[in-house]
């Protein structure tokens, strides 16, 4: 019998309500606490439990280094590109400004501008941590230690 | 209702004191990673009980959880005890420390009060954000709103220092896909200088 | 003098953390160490500047309307009607301290790696192993 059933069993289950939380904190972060930090790391957390439980190989064939890799720096060229967007976006005669939302929707009064540029930068700040907190646990788990654990 | 959160207070302050101390003389680096990740959820519950619910969130996930995780991945690679320490450099660090917490203590009668609405540091830009915020962004969550809008730019330069840090983790360690090799090679091989093609090169 | 040292009694466990962490940074040898003991510093540090943020009979700074409401009802007189009758945290020190905290965990992170090669080259992380290391190499002895 395997000696590890249980946390196989029991994270089988617990990963994706955990990347799932994950996604319910990037989305409810306008209304309470929450945001794309927090929800970077959740996500980033269930798959480091997946790779603890089920091995280093299981781990990077689920989520490949190299999609790690693109994630940061997408996460990273979808922030700075909402910036360029709104210089582009301005009106003319408008004062142009970067990262200034509410050039990205007519509706000035509900605001919703702001509403969609916040939700873009979340998502792109999401991208980016997720990627950069897997990406150094990758990194540290690759490494081979000096000594076995049984030479300590 | 109020004594009872004062209380708590107290109670998480003396957890932390005590943690802290456990920290500076515990030498098993196991027992102290996982006192730093106690640390951090401690600090969590009070900031819970500061009012400071996106903080508190962003500290348990990011401090009791990446940082244990990373803690306890770089003391399995590295080592499990730390030496003891000398005398004269606990001296040494003791006396320096006495004077600068001498010096923030002689500073504590000019901090603001605590929990006072009308102090210099709540009094400004704290409350205009909150007064503006429906009016110009119309976003709940006032953190997020200041975060995001007021000082996106900040965050766009966090978020850039934390793809140059994973960046600068991987090109010390490796992206993790590497084959395992059998340890000592990678340690001994000298780095060779580079000769110059045969039969050809400047001439 | 006490009253006023009363009044302002959170700062005075949280400078005694902060400096527990610096004692840390600077007593140990051990690397690992004393990276752990500037992150209790880093900690107790926002610990400082929240407990500034706090405001006696406050709430989280959410503004809680009524869902549905606030299109009905003009923005301008509810928002400011809103943010004035219940009192807030104040959300600034918030943001910073959110964006310190990332920050830190990255610099954690760089810092880790930094000793990971240090102790694959030079077999150890105490830094009086390392200083020796070091000194021994540049005056020419046998090492």
Same mark, same amino acid.
């Given at each position: ?15 994706? =309500? ?8 990037? %989305? ?50 979808? %922030? ?37 540029? =916040? ?34 | ?12 302050? /003396? ?160 992206? /993790? ?6 340890? /000592? ?19 | ?8 009694? !959170? ?119 390392? !200083? ?12």
């Amino acid at each position: 019998m395997n000696p590890h059933l249980i946390l196989r069993v029991v994270s089988k289950l617990l990963i994706p =309500i955990i990347v799932l939380f994950g996604f319910y904190v990037q %989305f409810h972060g306008d209304f309470g606490p929450g945001g794309g930090f927090q929800a970077g790391v959740i996500v980033a957390v269930g798959v480091i439990l997946y790779a603890l439980i089920f091995g280093m190989e299981e781990a990077r064939r689920a989520v490949p280094p190299a999609v790690v890799r693109y994630g940061m720096a997408a996460g990273v060229l979808l %922030f700075a590109g909402v910036g360029v967007a709104t210089l582009l976006m301005n009106g003319v005669g408008e004062p142009v400004n970067f990262l200034d939302y509410d050039a990205l929707h007519t509706d000035q009064g509900h605001h919703t501008g702001q509403h969609y540029g =916040i939700l873009l930068i979340e998502l792109g700040v999401l991208f980016t941590v997720a990627s950069v907190m897997l990406a150094i646990f990758y990194a540290f788990a690759g490494r081979i230690p000096d000594l076995p654990d049984e030479d300590w | 209702m109020t004594d009872l959160t004062q209380y708590l207070d107290y109670a998480l302050i /003396g957890m932390l004191l005590a943690v802290a101390f456990a920290i500076v003389r515990l030498r098993n680096l196991f027992a102290v990673v996982m006192l730093m990740g106690v640390y951090s959820l401690l600090c969590a519950a009070w900031f819970v009980s500061l009012d400071a619910v996106d903080v508190a969130f962003t500290e348990a996930a990011v401090g009791a959880g990446i940082s244990t995780v990373l803690l306890l991945a770089a003391m399995l690679l590295t080592a499990r005890e730390a030496e003891p320490t000398k005398p004269p450099r606990h001296w040494a660090a003791l006396a320096v420390v006495v004077a600068a917490g001498a010096a923030l203590l002689y500073a504590v009668p000019d901090m603001p009060v605590y929990g006072d609405p009308q102090s210099a540091a709540n009094a400004y830009v704290g409350r205009d954000y909150l007064e503006q915020t429906p009016n110009e962004i119309a976003v709940p969550n006032i953190v997020t709103a200041v975060l995001a809008s007021y000082r996106g730019f900040d965050t766009l330069g966090e978020t850039m220092v934390i793809f140059t840090a994973g960046l600068g983790v991987m090109l010390m360690l490796g992206f /993790g896909n590497r084959k395992r090799e059998p340890k /000592g090679k990678q340690a001994a091989k000298p780095v060779k200088p580079v000769k110059p093609a045969k039969g050809e090169g400047a001439p | 003098m006490l009253d006023i040292l009363l009044e302002r009694f !959170n700062y005075i466990p949280i400078i005694l953390l902060m400096m527990t962490g610096l004692y840390v940074v600077f007593a140990t040898g051990n690397l690992v160490k004393r990276l752990v003991g500037l992150s209790l510093f880093q900690t107790s540090v926002f610990l400082l500047y929240i407990t500034m943020a706090k405001v006696f009979g406050g709430q989280p700074p959410i503004i809680a309307e009524a869902h549905g409401e606030d299109h009905a009802v003009a923005a301008a007189g509810h928002g400011a009607a809103a943010a004035e009758a219940v009192l807030y945290s104040n959300p600034l020190p918030h943001v910073l301290i959110l964006t310190a905290i990332v920050v830190g965990v990255a610099t954690l992170a760089v810092g880790l790696a930094l000793v990971v090669r240090i102790r694959e080259a030079y077999g150890s992380i105490e830094d009086d192993a390392l !200083n020796t290391a070091d000194y021994s190499r540049d005056t020419g002895a046998a090492g």
